[in-house]
């Protein structure tokens, strides 16, 4: 029996030591993870429940030249509320005012907030939803709430902010001022992306219940650094000229898409830009940069060329005799026909491009340079017309001008060539040419930029860049302005004549979808054009107007469909005496854009329940503010507001529309 209790003692001692070795090696398992990978385990925890929130930077601004915004970035903001992190016995005093408070700003009633907000204290939410796409007076509003009054960690209040992008003119010149977001990069905003992004900035966030995150502090970890701003060489009020102006013909002739360019003759800027195309409801808006990407067969336009060419080679001179017949012409096995019934007969050179024979145009150049025609063609090249411009802007469309060796030479290539058939230029590239003759000879880069700055001082600028400096001589310029002056006062253009105002140009009419000759009879297309400048004298700016497809029962000549465009913009620049105020307000008014901004950020950081005074704020501000508390805004005009429907102090009613008219 002795023997037996001896026995179990032993056995309870061998397991009461296998035990203690087991809980000593436990504890020395613990005490090692604790302090020799504790900071390993550590950081896989933190990984886990903390993470760096990206805080995006502001975009820059881009504005017109005259300091006029014309895409910025608008904050807005979602907000959340931590239920469990409040007090209590704040909580039991506040919720209900609270409640009434988020009824009057955001609607539902009193009794269904009060119970959301119950709810998601009793659930232990802490990111509850309460609202999103706030501007920033809402926010400021909703912030001194109570109980959101005391913040983040003894209200609960939980702000994030977001940037959209906004366009104050709407969708006027939308290709060219761009965009940089998921639809690619286009324009202006896609071209200085670099100068406009900034750099972003860190927020440290904590995980929390069912997978959501909330900021740890007020503070961030990095602050984001803001892109700087872009002043283009855009003109609002050309540019609203412009975009009008070809809209209406768009419409009236029912015509498949167009496009407007208007450029400072000595400068290259670029003061209006327009490209219009009609969608399946039947209306214009700006779906390609036509002016910059589309190159298409020129026509008529390109005769000028033709006749720089044959001028500077001494082929022939302005008083060259060329005979057009009747007409109809045949050459090479085709026939070359000229608009008119019964031609021109023998007609001089000069008055060939002024009357735009095409006959004329295939037989001097094709009698003068068809035994060599690489001399013709080389010297196109000597002009930079078969370079590209090298825009900033992405989606530049290549010219086209094939030389003997290209594989769609052919005997009939030189005379097509002659008249604007068998190659391709863009719009742009054709105002180019155009823009030097006006410019006597000097040729000039288009340019969309004048400078970079950031916090309103300057940062880089875009000067005058010169393409060509003579691509002929001064004689051949002076008689080729004198000869489009008179196709303007007796030629194609002679329905554009005006005796308050001179202009000087070449229409251009070119067929499109042509290459089944008995097809396009049944149902016929063309391009039609007008490239000039104006004044004649000592031009000030160039001009192009392109429209594709016009309704022909309507009309499709160059002179009747977009000849009236170039004409609206040149009278309406010269009545409204743009040219003085271009000249004398070279250098936006950053000043005044600044105490714009400051009058909008008082304001906005009232608590507003009448309506607010916003005559003399630029429109960007007025309509930004108004919006925001809760106003519907309809405008007319550009720049600054000068009157509004709704008087100053008359009670606030969200939903009104506020009509404000600007100057």
Same mark, same amino acid.
């Given at each position: ?7 179990? @003692? ?12 087991? @809980? ?23 990984? @886990? ?117 906004? !366009? ?169 026909? $000229? ?32 035994? !060599? ?186 002179? $009747? ?69 809760? @106003? ?32």
């Amino acid at each position: 029996m002795a023997t037996t209790k001896k026995s179990i @003692l032993n056995k309870l001692y061998v397991v009461f030591v296998i035990i203690t070795l087991f @809980l000593v090696a436990i504890i020395f398992q613990l005490t090692d993870i604790q302090f020799s990978e504790g900071e390993k385990y550590r950081h896989i925890s933190e990984q @886990l429940t903390l993470r760096n929130d990206t805080i995006y930077a502001n975009r820059g601004s881009v504005f017109s030249e005259d300091g006029s915004l014309l895409a910025t970035s608008m904050s807005q903001y979602e907000i959340r509320m931590d239920a469990v992190t409040v007090a209590g016995e704040v909580f039991e005093k506040n919720v209900r005012a609270l409640s009434q408070e988020l009824s009057k700003m955001l609607g539902n009633s009193v009794s269904h907030w009060e119970r959301k907000i119950r709810k998601a204290r009793n659930s232990k939410n802490r990111y509850l939803f309460i609202a999103r796409k706030l501007g920033y007076t809402e926010y400021i509003k909703i912030k001194s709430f109570p109980i959101f009054n005391l913040g983040m960690y003894k209200g609960g209040f939980i702000a994030k902010q977001s940037t959209v992008r906004a !366009h104050p003119l709407g969708k006027v010149a939308e290709r060219t001022i761009g965009y940089d977001d998921y639809r690619g990069a286009p324009g202006i905003e896609g071209a200085y992306r670099k100068y406009l992004k900034g750099k972003n900035g860190l927020r440290l966030e904590q995980k929390i219940a069912k997978g959501q995150w909330k900021p740890i502090n007020d503070r961030n970890e990095k602050e984001p650094v803001n892109g700087k701003d872009i002043v283009t060489t855009l003109n609002v009020n050309i540019q609203d000229i412009a975009h009008h102006s070809l809209l209406r013909q768009l419409e009236y002739y029912e015509a498949e898409h167009g496009c407007v360019v208007v450029m400072e003759t000595e400068t290259g800027e670029i003061k209006a830009i327009s490209n219009l195309g009609r969608g399946s409801n039947g209306k214009y808006y700006e779906k390609r940069n036509y002016a910059v990407y589309e190159s298409h067969e020129p026509g008529s336009a390109f005769k000028l060329m033709s006749m720089v060419v044959a001028l500077e080679t001494g082929a022939i001179d302005t008083s060259t005799v060329v005979d057009t017949g009747n007409g109809r012409y045949r050459m090479h096995g085709r026939y070359i026909n $000229d608009s008119k019934r019964g031609g021109y007969g023998k007609i001089t050179a000069a008055r060939a491009l002024e009357v735009s024979s095409n006959i004329a145009f295939a037989r001097l150049i094709d009698e003068n340079f068809g035994e !060599h025609p690489e001399k013709f063609i080389n010297a196109l090249y000597k002009m930079n017309l078969n370079d590209k411009l090298g825009l900033p802007i992405k989606g530049e469309g290549e010219p086209l001008i094939p030389n003997p060796d290209h594989e769609i030479w052919s005997k009939n290539a030189l005379p097509s060539i002659a008249y604007g058939y068998n190659l391709k230029l863009t719009p742009l590239q054709t105002l180019t040419f155009y823009n030097a003759i006006a410019n006597n000879g000097e040729m000039v880069k288009p340019r969309f930029v004048k400078e970079i700055r950031s916090w309103n001082k300057h940062v880089e600028s875009f000067g005058k860049e010169v393409i060509n400096n003579a691509i002929c001589s001064k004689e051949t310029v002076a008689k080729i302005q004198e000869v489009l002056k008179n196709v303007v006062s007796r030629g194609t253009g002679r329905k554009l004549y005006s005796e308050d105002f001179s202009m000087a140009g070449k229409t251009g009419t070119a067929r499109v979808k042509y290459g089944n000759y008995q097809e396009w009879l049944k149902d016929k297309k063309y391009i039609s054009s007008f490239t000039g400048y104006f004044p004649a004298e000592n031009p000030k700016y160039s001009c192009i107007v392109v429209i594709h497809e016009p309704n022909t029962k309507t009309g499709f000549y160059g002179a $009747d469909v977009s000849g009236p465009v170039f004409k609206d913009i040149a009278q309406k620049i010269y009545t409204t005496n743009h040219i003085i105020n271009e000249i004398e307000n070279k250098t936006p008014d950053f000043e005044n854009v600044k105490n714009d901004f400051e009058k909008y950020y008082a304001i906005s950081n009232k608590e507003i329940k009448s309506i607010p005074n916003v005559k003399g704020m630029a429109a960007m501000d007025a309509i930004s503010l108004l919006e925001n508390l809760g @106003l519907k805004v309809r405008f007319s005009g550009n720049g600054k507001v000068v009157s509004q429907s709704l008087n100053e102090g008359a009670k606030l009613v969200k939903g009104a529309t506020i009509n404000i008219k600007l100057s």
